[in-house]
């Protein structure tokens, strides 16, 4: 029959020589093998001690974005919405009240905010779409969870702590990536 | 010479519009001829609006290069005229979209028309279905150049039903036409002249007409816009059918669109054409009223004639999977007639829709009390 590739060996039946009877010669052989990885560089790291760099086109978790000076961004739009190809994404609006200024950036703001990170599937399409600098993409990975309604992030989840009332909260969220891309 | 004075003008004039000869009768404008043959041959227009007798000739969108003038006189017109308010002759010859000196003139004046317009999209609910928007992506103008300060206005109040906008205004004049051909009296207009110039009520006098709603469909931008629907939904998720009541109103056809999402019904409007004007029946326009409009939320209002069809380009046809073919269900009969167990119904978890909490039924758009945990 013809070989479907050019990896096909033949086994081979013949009985064993001497040597190969022998049998400590092959142990040895193997455990020089084994034993030689204990010099060669570990290709493993200890995390979460010790964790590796993002690439910087990572696509993580995503957050919603406030100004400098705390208010949110998002202004429920629906362009992330209508972008997303898995449909993850769902909002409701509201309009801003007196009073609520330091809030919220825009006259209207999306008063709930929901991602179903169990539908998410991480293009950045929402991202790209906001015109608004609202969401972001991090450096983070989505946490496991043991039931699935934990997967369903709401805004508590995705807001991006306040800078001016938690500036080292926010730093780490932000992370070491440059966010502003014009 | 009498001779030709007294001849009589032919029954109907033939006119050319980007090398497509049709005929209409004496005294049709270049904009109808055109949308007689319909297609990309229309001129745009943002003032025109054929039910609303006066309107055109504000806006310039609609300008068109007039090649011959007509068989008689056949030098071409100097400069271009706005198809909204030039008859056409027999054996005028117009180029539109075959010229280059009108697609040039025409992003100019969407250049102008976007000066003073907010480019406040975002937020602003006519978005997706707002002429201004469509004409300033189909010329390239979806940015500004603009660096200076724009004109502003203080909110206005003007009635419990209709949000009033000024600064997306584009002082079309739609809207007073409207006031002054369907109800008996107008309350508002245009204030002041040139920079300044802006619609607004005498002294802030609410508009409360029985047709007042109507200014809302001849908006062609986001300047008046639905109180009830403010902020609640943006349009491209809400699904449109078109829906018919017995109506007592007189004047008032009845027949509506509704926005619908799931069952709530979270706007009604006119029925509009695809020039994206209120439909005519038989010969009358379907204006409705603000019955029919803002006090009709429910679905049980309603006799749902069917799916409203949406141009397959636009946004609002987004997420409407038509034709769609649902394959038979077979878990059941694999599983020997048990259900399939269910790991989470997304309904209890999310708190987006929820139920219990309608924002279709709430007067006006919702605030920060409406959203409260505990509810």
């Keep these: 029959m013809q070989p479907l590739t050019n990896r096909v060996k033949q086994v081979d039946r013949r009985p064993m020589s001497l040597l190969e009877r022998a049998y400590l010669p092959a142990i040895f052989k193997g455990m020089s093998i084994t034993f030689g990885h204990m010099f060669k560089k570990r290709p493993t790291i200890n995390y979460p001690e010790k964790t590796r760099p993002f690439s910087p086109v990572f696509r993580g978790l995503h957050i919603l974005n406030r100004d400098e000076e705390g208010r949110e961004n998002c202004t429920a739009c629906g362009l992330c919405a209508v972008a997303c190809p898995a449909e993850a994404i769902t909002m409701e609006a509201a309009e801003r009240k007196a009073g609520e200024e330091n809030l919220y950036r825009e006259e209207k703001y999306a008063a709930r905010y929901e991602i179903n990170m169990l539908r998410c599937i991480f293009c950045g399409l929402c991202e790209e779409a906001c015109p608004k600098d609202a969401i972001y993409l991090s450096e983070t990975f989505a946490p496991a969870n043991y039931q699935r309604k934990g997967f369903i992030y709401g805004k508590d989840d995705l807001l991006i702590p306040n800078p001016k009332t938690e500036p080292e909260a926010y730093a780490k969220a932000k992370g070491g990536r440059v966010t502003v891309k014009h | ?375």
């Design chain 2, 1 to 375: 010479m009498a001779d030709e004075i007294k001849k009589e003008p032919p029954a109907n004039f033939k006119v050319t519009i980007d090398n497509i000869t049709i005929e209409v009768a004496p005294g049709t404008t270049i904009l109808n001829a055109a949308r007689t043959i319909g297609g990309d041959v229309t001129p745009p227009a943002m003032c025109y609006y054929s039910k609303l007798q006066g309107s055109g000739g504000k806006c310039r969108t609609c300008l068109v290069e007039v090649a011959a003038g007509s068989t008689a006189d056949p030098r071409p017109m100097p400069k271009l005229v706005a198809s909204c308010r030039t008859t056409v002759m027999d054996g005028m010859i117009v180029k539109n979209i075959t010229s280059e000196k009108v697609k040039d003139a025409r992003a100019g004046v969407v250049e102008f028309l976007l000066l003073n317009h907010p480019l406040d999209c975002p937020i602003c609910d006519q978005a997706g279905e707002c002429h201004l928007q469509d004409l300033g992506y189909e010329h390239g103008k979806e940015g500004t150049r603009y660096e200076f300060k724009r004109r502003t206005f203080e909110k206005e109040d003007i009635g419990p039903y209709i949000q009033l906008h000024m600064t997306r205004c584009i002082l079309c004049y739609r809207c007073t036409y409207v006031a002054d051909q369907l109800t008996e009296k107008r309350v508002h207009g245009i204030l002041d002249r040139g920079e300044h110039a802006e619609i607004s009520t005498y002294i802030s006098k609410a508009i409360d007409n029985e047709f007042s709603g109507n200014m809302i469909d001849v908006c062609p931008v986001g300047a008046l816009t639905d109180k009830t629907f403010r902020f609640k939904n943006r349009v491209w998720f809400t699904k449109p059918v078109d829906a018919h009541r017995e109506c007592t109103t007189p004047g008032c056809c009845g027949k509506t669109t509704l926005w619908l999402r799931g069952e709530e019904v979270f706007r009604v409007t006119a029925r509009k054409d695809q020039w994206g004007e209120v439909q005519s029946f038989d010969g009358k326009p379907g204006w409705i009223c603000n019955t029919c409009r803002f006090d009709k939320k429910k679905t049980g209002d309603w006799t749902i004639e069917g799916v409203t069809k949406v141009n397959r380009h636009s946004v609002i046809a987004q997420g409407h999977y038509e034709g769609l073919v649902t394959p038979k269900e077979t878990v059941q009969q694999v599983l020997g007639g048990r259900a399939p167990r269910l790991l989470m119904d997304i309904h209890d978890e999310s708190e987006v829709n929820r139920n219990g909490v309608h924002l279709s039924e709430i007067n006006g758009p919702a605030h920060s009390d409406d959203f409260k945990k505990d509810q």
